[in-house]
């Protein structure tokens, strides 16, 4: 099992914002949780702690469960903006997972990888506003460098 990156500071030579432009050829937007760069067909998803308006899971890194877009009302997931990109794979061929915490008043900010979305489960939970609406959760799996290595080694064993 990995365990997520820590950093300490998002901007500056060691912060996490030049890290994922170095893992990711994207750029994050620092206020949006779904920051999807359609013409790297890539898209950044950052989970903030409790952010009660969401559900988001992020204790196993391996399978962390992410809430799609939408403060209050049904969550859509053809919201244009972000949750559509997301879930198009013509859009979105590659997602990456950053967690932003709040420790003692200071945030810290974990690198978590690449994925891929497994399922989406749809369930009640509060809104921004406190109401009861249908959420969007995603499952998502983490992909290993080396299992991907091992795919790859493997087409030329065979």
């Not at 994922?20 to 013409?39: E, V, W, Y």
């Not at 997602?95 to 978590?112: A, D, F, Q, S, T």
Request: aromatic share 14%; proline share 3%.
């Amino acid at each position: 099992m990995s365990e997520p990156i820590l950093f300490t500071k998002w901007g500056g030579d060691t912060g996490i914002e030049k890290y994922i432009i170095n893992q990711t050829g994207c750029k994050p937007f620092s206020g949006a949780g779904i920051n999807p760069r359609i013409d790297k067909k890539t898209t950044l998803l950052r989970s903030v702690d409790n952010t009660y308006y969401y559900d988001d899971d992020l204790s196993d890194i391996n399978n962390p469960k992410y809430t799609l877009f939408g403060h209050n009302g049904d969550q859509n997931e053809n919201e244009k903006k972000f949750n559509e990109p997301l879930l198009n794979k013509y859009k979105t061929e590659n997602i990456y997972l950053y967690r932003v915490k709040n420790v003692n008043g200071n945030k810290e900010y974990l690198w978590y990888g690449k994925y891929k979305i497994e399922n989406m489960n749809k369930k009640q939970h509060h809104g921004k506003n406190n109401i009861v609406r249908q959420i969007i959760v995603l499952s998502l799996i983490k992909i290993l460098k080396y299992k991907l290595f091992l795919l790859t080694f493997s087409r030329f064993i065979i």
